[in-house]
């Protein structure tokens, strides 16, 4: 069974410094893809990053950073540099060999001026 | 994002009345799935559609809930009878194509809010 687990309900963080956003799954699939996504108070669901089991190196993307760990099952986002537009809901999920994601249940991000 | 389309993008129902959802997907995305999300809760899998089929329905609720994927036209998501338990957010994700392995990312529209009074 697969399974998304973020442990942190909410989190705060001071503006133009850095958050790591917690992640762990579990899967029995050799291949499977890791996805952070970003949900403002608008409600819309913004892709941010992914990565690949068999990826070697971490995943950036601007401000937006995985740190991958395979033998811990843990994908952990890192935002460096926050900005107020950083506050929202940020979801992990998990795609492997079958059709669907699976999404954790999310951890709140306020950016504190 | 990525053009994913969805309306409405509130809508209110009556116990026992009707509820179709739209989605058209980003314009050469042939996959379209429907996620639920409840209050506080991450988004879970309904159905993944590809034109004119259903591929996969283990996430839909066996009764009153249904979808389909036309040759023409968006996706619907149609939910008869609602009860007071359907009020969520439902998501609409395309993708251009599917694979055995994820980086075939999914891209999501808005959501429809669906209040069932």
């Known amino acids: 069974a697969q399974k998304i687990t973020q442990t942190q309900p909410g989190m705060f963080v001071q503006e133009k410094e850095a958050v790591t956003l917690d992640c762990t799954y579990d899967?029995?699939?050799?291949?499977?893809?890791l996805f952070w996504y970003k949900q403002p108070s608008s409600g819309e669901m913004i892709f941010l990053i992914y990565?690949?089991?068999?990826?070697?190196q971490n995943a950036t993307e601007g401000r937006y950073s995985l740190n991958f760990q395979k033998a811990r099952k843990s994908a952990n986002l890192v935002i460096s540099a926050s900005q107020l537009g950083d506050s929202a809901m940020y979801f992990c999920?998990?795609?492997?060999?079958?059709?669907?994601?699976?999404f954790g249940t999310g951890t709140s991000l306020t950016v504190i001026p | 994002n990525a053009g994913v389309m969805q309306n409405p993008r509130h809508l209110v129902r009556r116990r026992g009345q009707e509820a179709r959802l739209r989605c058209s997907p980003v314009?050469?995305?042939?996959?379209v799935y429907w996620y639920r999300q409840l209050p506080e809760e991450g988004l879970k899998f309904m159905v993944y559609?590809?034109?004119?089929?259903?591929?996969?329905e283990s996430g839909m609720p066996k009764e009153r809930f249904s979808a389909e994927f036309p040759k023409e036209g968006p996706s619907i998501l149609r939910i008869q009878q609602v009860v007071r338990g359907d009020s969520a957010a439902y998501f609409c994700?395309?993708?251009?194509?599917?694979?055995?392995?994820?980086?075939?990312?999914?891209?999501f529209g808005a959501g429809t809010r669906l209040s069932v009074l």
């Open positions: 990565q690949g089991s068999y990826d070697e």
């Open positions: 899967t029995s699939d050799q291949s499977y893809g």
């Open positions: 314009k050469g995305h042939s996959h």
């Open positions: 559609l590809q034109k004119e089929n259903i591929i996969d």
């Open positions: 994700a395309s993708s251009p194509r599917t694979g055995t392995i994820a980086k075939n990312i999914q891209y």
């Open positions: 999920a998990m795609r492997g060999t079958g059709n669907q994601f699976y």
